[in-house]
């Protein structure tokens, strides 16, 4: 389980995790992301693909700011075992929405390799869409495939484990409405 040491630190299981954004900050964030997407996509026909299960926190509170009509979809997919990468994509709900001519932004909570973008992107084009743009929470733009844009960051970050607002740590923790993060040298 979890239990605060104090004010700012959180240990998880055997791990000590610092706050590192707190709701407000990330809120602010969120909002301003959605202002942008409004502006760019006013007057488009644009789908949002929500990846499950990391960003749906995200996804929720970035759509309470979306002003457009749009429809929403959701595909999960999966790359981590506990802390790390499996550097494998293996898709577990596909995507049954038409976005064929359509403008698809993909909402992410964290890219880290780019890898699940790599995948979601190879599915994506196969329906045809006018566009693929990606928004995320998070960036890990110096460890990410630099091939793979993230066209609306919300933070760019070094390679830190966090943990909070819909990331895991071995399937806990998501419902933090903060994010944490751990405060180790390097990964296990």
């Not at 995200?58 to 981590?80: Q, T």
């Not at 196969?126 to 960036?139: G, N, R, Y």
């Not at 091939?147 to 819909?166: M, N, R, T, W």
């Amino acid at each position: 389980m979890h239990k605060f040491l104090h004010d700012e630190v959180l240990q998880i299981h055997d791990k000590t995790f610092g706050i590192f954004l707190s709701s407000e900050e990330i809120q602010a964030e969120v909002q301003s992301l959605a202002a942008s997407i409004n502006e760019e996509y006013h007057g488009k026909d644009v789908v949002f693909v929500v990846i499950l299960n990391g960003a749906f926190m995200f996804a929720a509170d970035l759509m309470k700011h979306i002003s457009l009509p749009c429809e929403i979809a959701f595909v999960k997919v999966s790359s981590y075992s506990g802390m790390h990468s499996t550097g494998r994509v293996d898709e577990v709900i596909g995507l049954t929405t038409s976005i064929k001519d359509r403008h698809v932004v993909i909402v992410e909570d964290i890219v880290d390799t780019g890898k699940t973008l790599e995948f979601l992107f190879s599915l994506v084009e196969k329906h045809s869409p006018k566009e693929i743009k990606v928004a995320a929470l998070f960036w890990k733009q110096s460890k990410a495939n630099p091939k793979i844009q993230v066209h609306y960051p919300g933070f760019i970050i070094e390679d830190d484990f966090l943990v909070g607002y819909g990331l895991d740590y071995q399937g806990m923790y998501r419902n933090l409405p903060y994010v944490a993060k751990w405060e180790g040298d390097s990964f296990p």
